[in-house]
C-alpha cells in the first residue's frame, strides 16, 4: 500500500544549479526505484543553516511530497544518508486535511452557485459575533481614588487588638 510521504533534503552548496538539478532528478528515480512516485517536487534555493553541518553553512533546500510503500522507506532513507551531495534529509508523514463538503476551513458555509463563501446574512450574523464588547471595564469606580484612607484604620484596628504588622 502506497502511503503518502514529504521528503525535505539539503544539498550540498558547492554544486551549481544544473548540479543540483541532476541530483532532484536522481533522487525521484531512487523514489521510482522503490516503486514509488514523486508527486510534486520544489526547489526552495539556497539559503542560510541555522547552524553548520558538515562545515557548510549554506545549503539548497528541496522538497518532494511523494507516496511510497511503508517498507521500503528505511531503505531509501538509508540511501539518501549515504549520498554525498545530500547534507541533511528528513522523511514525515504527509497530513492530509479533508475539509467537510459545502464547508471552507472556518466552517462558514459556501454558496456554490455563486462562488461566494457566505450569504449577505451570514456575514452580518460574523460581524454581529464579533463586535461583542470585552465585558471587563478599565474604569475604576468613582468612589475609589487611591485606597489609601483605609490603611489607618486597619493599623489602629490591629493596635487595639494587641496585633502587630
Known sequence: MLREYEL??????????????????????????????????????RRRLAYTIAGFTDGYYVLK?????????RDLERQLTLDERVIRQLITLRQVYLLPEGEDRRGRVRN????????????AAEEESEAVEDPIDDEQPDDIESGTEDVPEAVAIAAESGEEE
Open 65 to 73: 511530497e511523494m507516496a511510497l510503500p511503508g517498507e521500503k522507506l
Open 112 to 123: 456554490k452557485a455563486r462562488g461566494q463563501e457566505q450569504s449577505d446574512e451570514a456575514e
Open 8 to 45: 525535505f533534503y539539503i544539498v550540498r552548496p558547492d554544486l551549481d544549479e544544473e548540479q543540483v538539478r541532476v541530483a532532484m532528478d536522481e533522487i525521484a528515480n531512487l523514489v521510482a526505484g522503490h516503486g514509488g512516485e514523486v508527486t510534486k517536487s520544489s526547489l526552495w534555493g
